[in-house]
């Protein structure tokens, strides 16, 4: 996005604004320039404004949105400056996404869609993070233009990672049936969804159609029937929103990944006192 989205000169004032912000407030050094700003290091590296107004999207610049999605972008930028080209190689991890979540860059992102319309399959990379070196860090397609690099080279190894931890978390399931779903090695139970594999496996299981619990990336559920209704949305609710999966049930066959409609049985659940004899609850593994 290119700052001719804002209007004129306050669009440079605002965006210049925000860069200072986070200078400040992620204790950057940013050098000011003419059309941008420098950030300091080796190498030291230029962040013009239509960058920035890339990286900040369609929040206004002076917001608090704003000011977190440049400091990850300029963050992410910096990280991948220090690394060579073999490191980042080695880093390159599957990244799966719902779709319209917040960690989601955009359709640029996108290396493949899940048909059913609400999974998306990206780029990421592990070891960026300096406060979490196990983290796998969504990276932007116009970051990894802005260093010159093309993520497309990397995706088939990402590709086949992925379906080797969807073969092990498979492995894993059937000597686990009754337990939840977990990341296998870099990849989330989100993401472990867009593997072939993991997902043609649980679906067979069920006849070819399976529903799937997944309100938060890291855990997921495929036993329904001992959940209550309104699990899924109340969990995906109170997880924060970088680590929220879906926040209704998800309908899985060996090609798809779907959301299951959103019917009136989940908030008249929700809308209902609690119990306040324990005798009267059901045996489900979640109240």
Do not use: N
Not at 70 to 79: D, E, N, S, T, V
Not at 104 to 128: A, E, K, N, Y
Not at 137 to 153: F, H, I, K, R, T
Not at 230 to 238: D, E, G, I, N, Q
Request: proline share 7%.
């Amino acid at each position: 996005m290119a700052t001719d989205g804002f209007a004129g000169t306050r669009s440079t004032v605002a965006l210049r604004r925000c860069l200072l912000a986070v200078s400040v407030t992620e204790d950057l050094d940013l050098t000011p320039t003419s059309d941008g700003v420098r950030l300091d290091g080796v190498p030291p590296l230029t962040v013009t404004f239509a960058e920035a107004a890339e990286a900040i999207g369609d929040a206004a610049p002076d917001s608090e949105t704003a000011r977190r999605r440049l400091a990850r972008w300029l963050a992410i930028r910096r990280a991948l400056a220090d690394r060579t080209l073999e490191e980042l190689a080695e880093a390159a991890r599957p990244v799966g996404l719902p779709v319209g979540h917040v960690l989601h860059p955009g359709g640029g992102w996108t290396r493949r869609q899940v048909l059913g319309g609400c999974l998306d399959l990206g780029l990421g990379f592990v070891g960026l993070d300096p406060r979490d070196r196990d983290k796998v860090v969504v990276v932007p397609d116009g970051v990894l233009q802005a260093c010159g690099l093309d993520g497309a080279e990397w995706w088939q190894t990402a590709s086949d990672y992925l379906e080797d931890m969807g073969a092990l978390a498979t492995a894993r399931w059937r000597r686990e049936p009754r337990q939840p779903l977990r990341p296998m090695g870099d990849c989330d139970v989100v993401t472990l969804l867009g593997s072939t594999v993991f997902r043609g496996a649980i679906a067979a299981e069920a006849g070819g159609l399976r529903a799937v619990a997944v309100p938060m990336r890291h855990r997921g559920w495929l036993d329904l029937s001992r959940i209550d209704p309104a699990f899924v949305r109340a969990a995906a609710s109170l997880t924060d929103p970088e680590q929220r999966g879906f926040s209704r049930p998800v309908l899985v066959t060996a090609d798809e990944v779907a959301l299951a409609g959103d019917g009136p049985g989940v908030t008249i659940v929700l809308r209902d006192p609690a119990a306040s004899d324990p005798r009267w609850l059901r045996d489900v593994l979640y109240h």
